[in-house]
């Protein structure tokens, strides 16, 4: 018998761990859920001096779940230690909109936060490490955190829409009572905002009779380009509304299946969406971080091409470009 060789354990950050989104996403991590069944790791936590105490709990809990694929862990306020040698980075903490707050506080604190973090992981991070921002204004977050991270490569840097894409895959398999499994290629364009696109016209549905286009199964237009639209562009609110706070094992499943897609790579023929650096498709104004419709394989993303985009798509995908570009000019003057 031939043992497998284990692999070495592959190095994690999660910042923003002691609140609620790190709290449903560390043990997925531990569990193998984004990384693989074989694939050991070691969770690296940062949060604030305030939730230092929190922080060490969540360590607790981890210890005390016994999870055979987690090597380590380590949980710090200190953003040095928490980014050094860091494979993959999950970055989830931020500055939450309070109450009397206007847009640009708000933008400011977090393009401060993501200024500095970037520093950090780029002195510190392990070679190629690849980040993935959940933390809002995600898409802007992720621009800043690449702009003052110039060596890490631009492909490296990524934001979460993979909840929203999971939203739309829900959304269709309710309407149609079939296995979300069997739904693919939605599409989210754009921003992690109500002004996001969802879009079905290149989704499909496997049924015993081969694949066949959402449209033709749903055969509802009005439906799919009205309350389809609004209610995942709006579901982060009805969330919020329902629970009181905002999403987060969802969020959390999203962040895996991003991650886990990225390294491991999309099934032939499937695409997923991610926030990327946009170069230009689709007549995106280059230099947003915009979410498209992208295969993975090799550890690595490329925007899918040669989509038709019709009239009503188009609109769509400019509004969302338009309100990018607007965070972007935003987060800029907070610099300044
Ligand atoms: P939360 O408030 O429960 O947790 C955020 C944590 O970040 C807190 O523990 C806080 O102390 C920490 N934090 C604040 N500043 C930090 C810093 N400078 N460094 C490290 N940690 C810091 O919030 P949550 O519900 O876990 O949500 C986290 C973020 O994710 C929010 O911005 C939320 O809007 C966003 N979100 C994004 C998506 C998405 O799909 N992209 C979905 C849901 C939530
Ligand atoms: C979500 O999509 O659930 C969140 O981004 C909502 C929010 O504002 O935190």
């Known amino acids: 018998v031939t043992v497998p060789m284990a692999k070495d354990p592959v190095r994690v950050l999660v910042t923003g761990a002691a609140g609620q989104i790190g709290y449903a996403l560390v043990p997925m991590i531990a569990r193998g859920v984004m990384l693989g069944p074989d694939q050991p790791v070691i969770l690296h936590m940062l949060d604030i001096p305030p939730a230092a105490e929190s922080l060490n709990g969540v360590k607790m809990e981890l210890v005390d779940a016994a999870f055979p ?3 380590g862990v380590v949980a710090t306020t200190d953003v ?14 931020g500055f939450p909109r309070k109450e009397g707050m206007e847009r640009k506080d708000v933008m400011s604190k977090n393009v401060s936060i993501y200024k500095s973090q970037a520093s950090a992981l780029e002195k510190h991070a392990a070679a190629n490490c690849k980040v993935l921002v959940v933390a809002n204004p995600a ?30 895959l829900g959304q269709i398999s309710e309407r149609l009572n079939v296995q979300v499994s069997d739904v693919k290629n939605v599409i989210i364009w754009g921003n992690h905002s109500s002004t996001q696109y969802p879009d079905v016209n290149h989704a499909t549905v496997r049924t015993p009779a081969g694949e066949k286009a959402v449209r033709e199964l749903v055969a509802d237009d009005a439906w799919l380009n009205g309350e389809f639209i609004t ?19 969802s969020a959390a499943s999203a962040a895996c299946d991003h991650i886990r897609d990225w390294v491991l790579g999309t099934p032939e023929g499937t695409w997923v969406s991610m926030g990327v650096y946009s170069d230009g498709s689709y007549n995106v104004p280059a ?22 985009i019709d009239e009503f798509s188009r609109k769509k995908l400019d509004l969302t470009a338009e309100e990018l570009s607007e965070e972007k000019a935003l987060a800029y003057s907070c610099l300044s």
């Open 69 to 71: 694929l987690l090597k």
């Open 231 to 249: 209610t995942v562009q709006q579901r982060g609110a009805a969330i919020i509304k329902a629970r009181k706070l905002s999403s987060a094992l």
């Open 139 to 168: 898409n802007t977050n992720a621009l800043i955190l690449k702009e003052f991270a110039p060596s890490i490569p631009e492909k490296n840097i990524s934001c979460l829409t993979r909840l929203d894409h999971n939203r739309a």
């Open 80 to 93: 040095v230690e928490a980014c050094t040698g860091v494979n993959i980075a999950v970055m989830v903490g």
């Open 287 to 308: 230099g947003l971080i915009y979410s498209f419709p992208v295969y993975c394989q090799n550890g690595e993303w490329k925007i899918v091409q040669g989509l038709s």
